[in-house]
């Protein structure tokens, strides 16, 4: 009865400190990819949260064509050791190799939530505050643009309205209805 009790705090406490660690790793890799501007005050946090692993981790792997495969390696292995860890508390016992493969799931639909939730905060901060300068709402703007811009030739805006949003959170909840569950699938992953 005691561990059950302190069990679910503990693992919301871990799930909690490494989902936000993940979020800022998978955001400065998402910046990077979409060329967001570096000198961003956010973009600038984001460095200085995540250089202490990936400095040396760079040295080791390089990026290729444009993509720092540091940050993703960086946040896999973060996500195995949060699961491990989970997994731990929990009272369950598995192999190292586990938390690895049943990290690659977890981390596609983070990154699927992260625009999911970009785009659903750029629609809302476009009806409250439209045109107003932030740099949280520029590197937003950067970030989604590669989804939006596209969507934005196959449905343009009409009388003012832009459904391109719309047309994007859809696709994004199908990619992820239809990718997540192969994925878990394949790994035999519990989460």
Request: charge should be positive; hydrophobic fraction near 55%; proline fraction near 9%.
């Amino acid at each position: 009865m005691g561990s059950s009790y302190l069990t679910n705090p503990v693992v919301f406490l871990v799930q909690t400190l490494f989902g936000l660690y993940l979020l800022a790793i998978l955001l400065r890799f998402l910046l990077q990819l979409v060329r967001a501007d570096f000198y961003n005050p956010i973009s600038q946090f984001l460095v200085k949260v995540t250089n202490p692993p990936l400095k040396p981790l760079r040295r080791i792997i390089p990026g290729f064509g444009g993509i720092d495969l540091s940050s993703l390696l960086l946040a896999w292995l973060l996500k195995a050791v949060e699961l491990l860890i989970i997994i731990s508390i929990s009272g369950g016992n598995i192999s190292l190799i586990t938390p690895l493969i049943w990290a690659i799931p977890e981390l596609v639909e983070l990154l699927i939530n992260i625009y999911l939730f970009g785009i659903l905060i750029q629609v809302i901060l476009s009806w409250v505050n439209p045109g107003s300068y932030n740099p949280a709402v520029s590197l937003l703007y950067s970030l989604t643009s590669p989804l939006l811009t596209p969507a934005q030739k196959i449905l343009p805006p009409t009388g003012g309205i832009d459904l391109s949003p719309m047309l994007v959170i859809i696709g994004l909840i199908l990619l992820k209805m239809l990718l997540i569950p192969p994925l878990l699938q394949i790994t035999s992953s519990p989460f």
